[in-house]
């Protein structure tokens, strides 16, 4: 079946690093890739979609690559502040599908 | 547009009882979904709709949930009834496309509920 898997359940990093954050899945091939920004007590809000044929997309401070061969997507955030704490999640989807998300990473970034 | 809105909440009920969420989705969207979250199995999609028809009812966990879209702008999702494993988070989102690559998902803030 298919299934969605992301590196940790916390990450805990200091202001002005770097974030990385792993999206791991298996059994299917999605066509693209979506990142959602969620915060306690409020719904996903979506962040950025890479396609199967981009390698790398970035956004501000905010950079996704997707490995196909891999199956794997990073999520960086550069420069990390502490607004940037929150969990993060990714929806790897095949098209014409309903977003299927993975439990997500929840992100603290350390002042 | 003000965005999904999802009434109430929260909700606390006791086990036993009937429970509606609601959901206005945003104007011209085509799909919704319904989604539950907890910490243990993470967002879990219930069902979706399409042009107001149900496409999709397989994460339904049970024959006590059930989900109804009457009109464009509106849609419910009734337990009857409730359990105490049925507490969670309940959100509702909406897209303009029912997941091509174009497709973000606009969520709501979601009902937490309760069952006592």
């Known amino acids: 079946s298919q299934k969605i898997e992301q590196n940790s359940e916390a990450l805990n990093i200091q202001e002005g690093k770097t974030a990385t954050l792993t999206c791991n899945y298996t059994?299917?091939?999605?066509?693209?890739l979506q990142w959602y920004r969620q915060d306690p007590g409020r719904g996903p809000v979506f962040l950025l979609l890479?396609?199967?044929?981009?390698k790398e997309k970035r956004k501000e401070r905010l950079k996704v690559t997707f490995d196909t061969t891999l199956k794997q997507s990073l999520f960086h955030i550069t420069a990390s502040q502490p607004a940037d704490s929150a969990t993060y999640l990714c929806?790897?989807?095949?098209?014409?599908?309903?977003?299927?998300f993975g439990k997500g990473t929840r992100l603290s970034v350390i002042a | 547009d003000a965005g999904v809105i999802q009434s109430p909440r929260h909700e606390v009920t006791e086990m036993g009882q009937e429970v509606t969420l609601r959901c206005k989705p945003i104007s011209g969207h085509d799909y919704l979904f319904w989604y539950r979250q907890t910490m243990m199995r993470g967002l879990e999609l219930l069902i979706y709709?399409?042009?107001?028809?149900?496409?999709?009812d397989s994460g339904m966990p049970e024959d006590r949930f059930s989900a109804k879209m009457p009109n464009a702008s509106f849609s419910t999702l009734k337990i009857q009834p409730s359990e105490p494993r049925d507490s969670a988070v309940y959100f509702c989102?909406?897209?303009?496309?029912?997941?091509?690559?174009?497709?973000?998902?606009?969520f709501g803030q979601g009902t937490r509920l309760t069952v006592v």
């Open positions: 929806a790897p989807s095949a098209g014409n599908t309903p977003l299927v």
């Open positions: 989102a909406t897209a303009k496309t029912g997941g091509r690559e174009d497709t973000e998902a606009f």
């Open positions: 059994n299917y091939s999605p066509a693209y």
């Open positions: 890479i396609r199967e044929n981009e």
């Open positions: 709709f399409n042009n107001n028809v149900p496409i999709d």
